[in-house]
């Protein structure tokens, strides 16, 4: 049965359900360290403009532009953060369809009688698709977070996507299960 990852989510029209999110350590340290490399700039760049009064460069900035570029930046960045840190693909099995969220961009609603087939796959995220994310690579959608295993559906229009999931067998079986009680062959 369905297994909730993180989530108090229940919906009895769910067959499977999978959430993922962004936590490669990698990712994080990254983003911690330009943080602190921007507010160690900035900082020092206000610090010695406008507290010791001294000018901060060849070409200073107004005192008022350096606050605003300085609170720009850091802004972006923790912005940057926060949607790297509520971003999530969900993939739901659903009995009407199957639904892949990539949250907080978008959500997409595959209809069972136009899947053809359904597979679980071991790929290479950075080789086949151009790393992680939402990515079009070589006439196929990418929807993935993390690691290299997942679910490569071909429509009947000739259509391909591939959902990364750390349970695609899982998700495979889901989907097979819906649409053989829809009435379709998978």
Not at 31 to 38: D, G, H, T
Not at 87 to 114: A, G, N, Q
């Amino acid at each position: 049965m369905t297994e909730y990852y993180g989530s108090e989510f229940y919906d009895p029209q769910v067959i499977e359900r999978e959430e993922q999110k962004f936590n490669q350590p990698v990712i994080w340290v990254v983003m911690i360290i330009n943080a602190l490399i921007l507010v160690g700039v900035f900082g020092w760049g206000i610090y010695t403009q406008i507290i010791r009064g001294e000018q901060w460069g060849d070409r200073p900035m107004s005192d008022a532009m350096l606050i605003i570029m300085a609170a720009f930046f850091i802004t972006l960045t923790v912005g940057i953060a926060l949607i790297f840190y509520y971003m999530r693909l969900i993939t739901e099995v659903r009995y009407d369809s199957l639904k892949v969220s990539y949250k907080p961009f978008f959500k997409k609603k595959f209809e069972y009688k136009d899947i053809k087939s359904a597979e679980a796959i071991k790929y290479s995220p950075v080789k086949d698709a151009g790393g992680w994310g939402y990515k079009i690579r070589k006439g196929r959608r990418f929807y993935n977070i993390t690691g290299n295993l997942g679910v490569k559906i071909v429509f009947r229009d000739g259509r391909e996507i591939v959902i990364g999931s750390k349970e695609p067998e899982r998700i495979v079986n889901g989907i097979k299960k819906a649409a053989d009680m829809q009435g379709y062959e998978i």
